[in-house]
């Protein structure tokens, strides 16, 4: 039961900007500087680092090594998380696994890219030599084949995903660290009228690259405890798949590995869909959130747009969604994108939320997205579910 006996007791974000103008590893700084000020938690207690993927470092192979070098830590744990947009949970999940072995105490769990500043990234796979070349260039397209495939099987309704849309803008609207170009109300008829990208993918539709890090501060809930914590989030449940159907040939793009990843997820927990207090699945595109609602078991397959429409997902509704913006509403950080919605969803346990304070903080589920299949939707999925303590 190694994730429930380990607690999360700091959180920090830096602003989302559209460029950053300091390097990737001063924003690291940044964020354990906040959390060591927010916990009292001294750097020389800090002997785990757990990174997520960045485009920044993609090229290093010895990134965690050399930002743990230039934060001036040393460690008994030390590791970068490559599963893409699914990499900030994932980095948890090991990171309780590593404390529970006895090779660390405290981790701190970094998520910093700078992709618009100094992208990294060099695609060696079926991307150059099977996509690109057809003219299926981005995530967009991609999305955009994933929509129109939902659509033919099941219809989509665009007012319900422009509900969708709004509900993150008025998150970010609130939200201090969201991006400012991103932080304007936005109308339905604002999504609807929004420029198309990859019919039937509009721009609201889509996340904006942006710079920024988040992090958490984890260590056993017993040490916790001794260190007079008297507030602090457990992961309760946790779920990971990567190539979901990878053997079958005849695969369905609307289906994905949450499915099985969140099944096991709400197991751990005790949970199931109706009992989720708040939702902050990742967000590339709008028609993700769709896809996980159905997966997840918040409602049927085919019957994602139908609960919708019959659903508030603003911050005081039935099932707050992303209340921080998301990444679509509050900036995505590169493959540092899943810190936003894990961070917010911590933020919201701690009550710590402000005027877009949920009032339910029983629990609630994060899912992360990381990277995208050829002829499928995303390579790994995965789900966790925090309670708070304390």
Known sequence: MALRDTAIVGHAETKIVPRSDVDVWELGAQVMESLMARTGVEKDEIDGLCLSSSMTGAGNPFWSQATADFLGLELGFC????????SPLGAMARSAAAIEAGLCETVFLLFADTQARESAQRF???HPEFQFPTGLMGPPAVFGLISNRYDHQFGLDFEALGKLAVAQRNGAVLNENACEKLRTPITVEDYLNSRMIYEPIRLLDCVMVNDGASGLLLMS???AK???YDKFVVPTG???RTNYKEADPIFDPTESGHAVAGQKAMAAAGITPKDVCSFHPYDDFIIAIL?????LGFCERGQGCAYVNETDFNFGGDLPLNTGGGQISAGQPG?????????EAVRQLFGEAGERQVKNTRNAMVTGIGGIGYGRNWNTSTVAILEPDG
């Open 335 to 343: 493959l540092a994108g899943g810190g936003v919605n894990l961070v």
């Open 221 to 223: 809930r017993k040490r």
């Open 124 to 126: 060696r796979s079926f």
């Open 226 to 228: 001794e260190k007079g």
């Open 238 to 240: 946790y779920g990971e």
């Open 291 to 295: 896809l996980q609602l159905e997966a």
């Open 79 to 86: 590791q970068t998380v490559d599963i893409g947009g699914s």
